[in-house]
């Protein structure tokens, strides 16, 4: 079987070195909070080009504090992209935000910034937008800050899916997750940095909201027992997991770059395929999370493949105005064709850092095979 992804793989290449971390972390009986927090913390945020990072539980949460600590909150309007995972919408809706659907682009499907830039010039009055990274490709950060220089508004990045992605502002190349006003991560198990169960981070180069944000994070408390904010809540990154995401922190960069060399050979193997292969945007270096194909048959491509012990997966199988828990925010007259277009096409090849190459030829084989 080709799984899609492959974690116990990455466990297994640093067994060692992740033994010893989990063994030092039990030791020092630090298991919240302590240095393990603070260096992955410092770590991660000279990766990212952050000057602050502050470590909560999850993805989702990153994404709820950071717009928290950007002053996002009941009635305010925050444009995200109609085709993304559940939690990006989620967290607008826990803050008491309204979620204003965009359609994405056709090329890469992150959020469309000639529709938004529409919206903004007929006046509608969003105060924050959540550009989405999917499937490790940077959405366009340059045209957005373009757009928020005659009308400003709070940028939150949805980075759950690109760590260590680049994208070309101002003349240069710059990570993800530290060019809008925050970046959010999330360290599930199956991302391209990820923890042995859930974690995130927000990063920011912005120190009051990097103080908002730990303050919310843990309970409102400025010191013990201090209790600043009433809706501060409990999202702290655990020590074990800070010390195993250190070690894979350190292979991240190589681990990319074999997933762009997978991805460089579904793309020169699979031009004959009756499908629409990844294509990066100019300026931009995407990671590859997933490797997504937009294919007509998608379902029953997807069951050949696993008749052939290939798994292949479908992300996501509905736009965002399609789930029944969203479909309220889709707005009377609005349509969102690409990203309807998207939810019944996209298939999403198994790509990992460790994938052998026999196992990357045999899924294009399949493929060709029909």
Not at 105 to 123: E, F, K, M, P
Not at 154 to 160: F, S
Not at 269 to 276: C, G, I, S, T, Y
Request: charged share 25%.
């Amino acid at each position: 079987m080709i799984p899609p992804v492959d974690p116990a793989g990455e466990y297994k290449a640093l067994e060692r070195e992740i033994d010893a971390a989990v063994k030092r972390v039990l030791a020092s009986g630090q298991f919240v909070g302590g240095s393990e927090i603070g260096d992955f913390e410092a770590e991660l945020g000279e990766f990212v080009g952050a000057e602050h990072v502050v470590g909560v539980g999850n993805g989702t949460d990153a994404l709820e504090i950071a717009l928290a600590a950007c002053g996002i909150g009941p009635g305010d309007r925050v444009a995200v992209p109609a085709f993304t995972f559940a939690a990006t919408v989620e967290a607008v809706v826990r803050v008491g935000a309204i979620p204003v659907l965009v359609d994405v682009l056709d090329s890469n499907l992150t959020i469309d910034t000639q529709a938004l830039a529409a919206r903004l010039r007929d006046g509608d009055p969003v105060k924050g937008v959540i550009p989405v990274h999917l499937y490790g490709h940077p959405a366009d950060m340059e045209a957005l800050l373009e757009l928020r220089a005659d009308r400003p508004f709070v940028i939150i990045e949805d980075a759950a899916q690109s760590h260590g992605a680049r994208c070309q502002v101002g003349g240069s190349r710059r990570r993800v997750g530290a060019i809008g006003d925050a970046g959010c991560f999330s360290f599930y198990p199956t991302k391209n940095l990820g923890a042995a169960g859930d974690a995130g981070a927000v990063a920011t180069n912005d120190e009051a909201v990097a103080q908002k944000a730990r303050l919310i994070a843990n309970h409102g408390d400025i010191s013990k027992y201090e209790h600043t904010l009433a809706d501060g809540r409990n999202s702290r990154l655990d020590a074990i997991q800070a010390a195993i995401l250190r070690i894979k922190l350190r292979h991240l960069d190589d681990w990319n770059a074999a997933r762009r060399r997978i991805a460089a050979t579904y793309t020169n193997q699979l031009a004959e395929l009756a499908a629409r292969l990844p294509v990066e945007r100019a300026g931009a270096e995407s990671v590859f999370h997933q490797y997504t194909i937009r294919i007509a048959d998608r379902d029953a491509v997807q069951a050949r493949l696993r008749e052939r012990e290939i798994v292949a997966g479908i992300h996501y199988p509905r736009a965002i105005h399609q789930q029944p828990g969203f479909a309220q925010f889709s707005e009377e007259g609005a349509s969102y064709p690409i990203a309807e277009a998207a939810a019944a096409e996209v298939l999403c090849l198994p790509i990992y850092p460790l994938m052998k190459d026999r196992d990357v030829n045999r899924v294009i084989k399949a493929l060709l095979a029909g």
